[in-house]
């Protein structure tokens, strides 16, 4: 938690602020150390105008925001959420945030994988199924859905037995201790 009050140009655009107030956490979370009393641009000569641009419009406006956003400068990410302190007129805001770059991180590492997967998956000329324990498809490459076909989108979320009714009923075959044994199975 901060409050911070805006400093605008001789044109009323935001173009930095000072902090004012700070909880213990604030420094925990921002890695900015003694902020109180001193401005954004003076801790963090790269900080990314972006910033004081949001902060200066939640002033002008008093119209509160609740945002994601990182910050190259900081190396960290936040959950933000901002608000006018002060009647109509007033150059404050608090800031109300959590450091959230271990999320950010692990969301951007899960998309480069998927990413590689959805490569690999669709580079193959083999037709690849992938389904839940329930028999629900959850992933279908191209080579996949030419084969059957349908298109992805139709058999993600079904069972076999709903999309191939007449062929479920000549099977027979349960393959739940199959998958609950991590087993590859190929038909």
């Known amino acids: 938690f901060c409050v911070v009050e805006l400093i605008f140009d001789a044109q009323g655009k935001p173009i930095d602020y000072h902090f004012l ?12 150390h003694q902020a109180v ?16 641009e949001t902060y200066g419009q939640v002033a002008l406006s008093g119209e509160p925001i609740r945002f ?25 805001v608090a800031i109300l945030f959590n450091n959230i770059t271990e999320r950010k991180q692990s969301e951007l590492s899960l998309a480069r994988n998927n990413a590689i997967l959805s490569g690999i998956l669709e580079s193959s000329s083999d037709a690849i199924f ?7 498809y959850l992933l279908i490459n191209n080579a996949g859905a030419e084969q059957v076909g349908l298109s992805k989108e139709s058999m993600v979320g079904k ?5 191939f009714p007449a062929d479920a009923a000549a099977i027979e075959r349960d393959d739940r201790p199959i998958f609950e044994q991590g087993q590859v199975l190929e038909t």
Do not use: I, K
């Not at 700070?22 to 921002?30: G, I, L």
């Not at 003076?42 to 004081?52: F, I, Q, R």
């Open 37 to 52: 009393g001193r401005t954004a641009r003076e801790l963090v000569p790269d900080l990314e105008a972006h910033w004081w």
């Open 68 to 92: 994601e956003q990182g910050s190259e400068a900081m190396e960290r990410w936040f959950s933000v959420y901002a608000f006018r302190v002060g009647g109509e007129g007033s150059r404050r």
């Open 130 to 136: 992938v389904r839940d324990l329930t028999g629900c």
């Open 159 to 163: 069972r076999f037995q709903e999309l």
């Open 21 to 32: 107030e700070a909880n213990p956490a604030f420094e925990e979370f921002t890695g900015l």
